[in-house]
């Protein structure tokens, strides 16, 4: 597999780790979103001082308003922190 394709199945992997912890399998609970967050990304969330900010990017992600994170809410978390990553690193080389 390329360096990409290794990429995104290694995000669907973890997605399914955390899901399929409790509940339905397809979805992120707070809670494995919350443990997804902290093991998974652990420099970007030792940044994160505001406990209330965390809840609101929480929330802000269920589209659907089910409470719960599906892999498409999942994927726009990730996509949107990739970007803000990528403009600062791009940045940074100036």
């Not at 409790?22 to 707070?30: C, H, N, P």
């Not at 998974?40 to 940044?47: A, K, Q, Y």
């Not at 929480?58 to 803000?84: I, K, N, P, R, W």
Request: charged share 35%; proline share 1%.
């Amino acid at each position: 597999m390329s360096d990409l394709e290794t990429s995104m199945a290694t995000i669907i992997a973890v997605f399914q780790k955390y899901s399929e912890r409790e509940g339905d399998k397809r979805k992120l609970k707070k809670s494995e979103l919350k443990d997804l967050l902290h093991d998974e990304l652990p420099d970007l969330m030792e940044h994160v001082k505001d406990q209330a900010a965390l809840d609101a990017l929480m929330e802000s992600l269920d589209a659907d308003g089910d409470a719960e994170c599906d892999f498409q809410e999942f994927m726009t978390f990730v996509s949107v922190v990739t970007v803000c990553c990528h403009e600062f690193f791009e940045h940074e080389d100036e």
